[in-house]
């Protein structure tokens, strides 16, 4: 069965300062893998995804994710964060046995920007 | 683009009445659209996953007589919390999908469903 962790509920980082979230994956075969945002009360925000190809992954507001096989992760980072990124970050795998879709969703991890 | 408009974003409504909520592709055709209850700071919970033109597939624990979902349309799938009671209340979120291995989901905005 496919799943991810983050093991972090939250982080914490200076405005300015770069901002890592973690992500690991358990897969059988090739991940596909997915990051989120998610602001309070609305839905999830596509930040980016990894399928195959480079490693490092660019996406959406400057954020970009680096897929290690070696060590099975796929941690979200961003060179200088803003304080308007404070939001809760999902990772997720998509479920190989299932065709329509679905994903696997980690616990998600609070990230707070302080000015 | 790949916009997921979901209506209402808001509802609060006495014990016993059903409750619908909209989820609508605008702007590409939802072959496969997903319905999640998220709780107060936590992950998302799925609860179906409905393919247009068929019967949604539930996920166990999931009472699909209490949660009708109809994807009548390639844009548009409907949830409908029936005879809702208190504990049903949550914040639910729908998602859509086109067709293709490497798509992501796209998500709506939510609907925080209140039932006193």
């Known amino acids: 069965a496919q799943s991810v962790a983050q093991p972090e509920d939250q982080v914490n980082v200076a405005e300015g300062n770069p901002l890592t979230v973690k992500c690991t994956y358990s897969?059988?075969?090739?991940?596909?893998l997915f990051w989120y945002v998610q602001y309070p009360n609305r839905g999830l925000q596509f930040l980016l995804k990894?399928?195959?190809?480079?490693?490092l992954v660019k996406g959406s507001y400057g954020f970009e994710a680096e897929f290690n096989k070696s060590q099975t992760s796929f941690h979200l980072k961003k060179p200088s964060a803003l304080v308007s990124d404070s939001a809760l970050y999902f990772c997720a795998v998509r479920d190989l046995t299932d065709s329509w879709g679905k994903l696997q969703f980690g616990a998600g991890t609070q990230v707070v920007v302080t000015p | 683009g790949a916009v997921v408009s979901q209506h209402p974003s808001w509802v609060i409504c006495k014990s016993g009445t059903s409750v619908k909520i909209e989820c609508r592709s605008l702007d590409f055709q939802a072959t496969t659209m997903f319905w999640y209850r998220q709780f107060p700071k936590q992950s998302l919970m799925l609860m179906a996953t409905?393919?247009?033109?068929?019967?949604?597939?539930?996920e166990q624990g999931v009472e699909k007589d209490k949660f009708l979902i109809n994807h009548a349309s390639l844009t548009l799938s409907t949830l409908t919390v029936t005879s809702a009671h208190p504990e049903d209340s949550s914040f639910y979120i729908c998602?859509?999908?086109?067709?293709?291995?490497?798509?992501?989901?796209?998500f709506g905005d939510g609907t925080r469903l209140s039932i006193l």
């Open positions: 409905s393919n247009e033109g068929s019967k949604a597939t539930y």
């Open positions: 897969v059988s075969g090739n991940p596909y």
């Open positions: 990894y399928i195959t190809g480079d490693n």
């Open positions: 998602s859509a999908r086109t067709r293709g291995d490497n798509q992501p989901q796209h």
